[in-house]
């Protein structure tokens, strides 16, 4: 089985495209749901490639499936300003009843996690965590779990080769 995951606006999509698997089959909550959990498997087959596998990685690894999870990296303020962009006025990552919660542009997200700071502020937040996160399991699951630049897109036999062997 082959995951993909990145924050989101870091080519997750391309990188579906590269390893022939879907990107984004079915959206799980930022705060682990085994019953949503066990659903998304179900219907995951092959692999899948979005944002959600972060917190659910280790509970794949404990499957002792034969996985392989491929986690894309792109700088911070180019994935704050693409989500700035693409998500317009709508703040997903607000903390509802936090002081920049207005009931006009935020949403409750279940699939994303939420900060009481403004929204790019947030963003920023949300990045460094999943970062945070992705490496910590990269460092101990390292046969697993690899963090690559986006970069990696243009030129990709180093993913290959992770997950297929050299």
Do not use: Q
Not at 51 to 62: A, D, K, M, T, V
Not at 92 to 101: A, D, M, S, V
């Amino acid at each position: 089985m082959i995951i993909g995951f990145g924050t989101g606006r870091c080519g997750t999509k391309g990188l579906g495209e590269l390893l022939g698997v879907p990107h984004e089959t079915y959206v799980l909550p930022w705060v682990p749901d085994d019953v949503e959990f066990l659903r998304a498997l179900s219907l995951v087959h092959k692999g899948d490639v979005g944002f959600y596998w972060l917190n659910y990685l280790e509970g794949l690894i404990c499957r002792d499936l034969d996985l392989k999870a491929v986690c894309l990296k792109r700088d911070r303020e180019a994935v704050v300003a693409s989500f700035m962009r693409s998500s317009g006025p709508w703040n997903f990552w607000c903390r509802r009843g936090g002081r920049y919660w207005d009931d006009d542009v935020c949403f409750d997200a279940p699939a994303w996690p939420s900060y009481d700071l403004p929204k790019e502020d947030a963003l920023r937040a949300y990045w460094e965590d999943y970062y945070w996160v992705a490496h910590d399991l990269e460092g101990r699951y390292p046969d697993v779990v690899r963090v690559f630049p986006v970069e990696v897109l243009d030129e990709p036999g180093e993913i290959l080769c992770f997950i297929y062997g050299s």
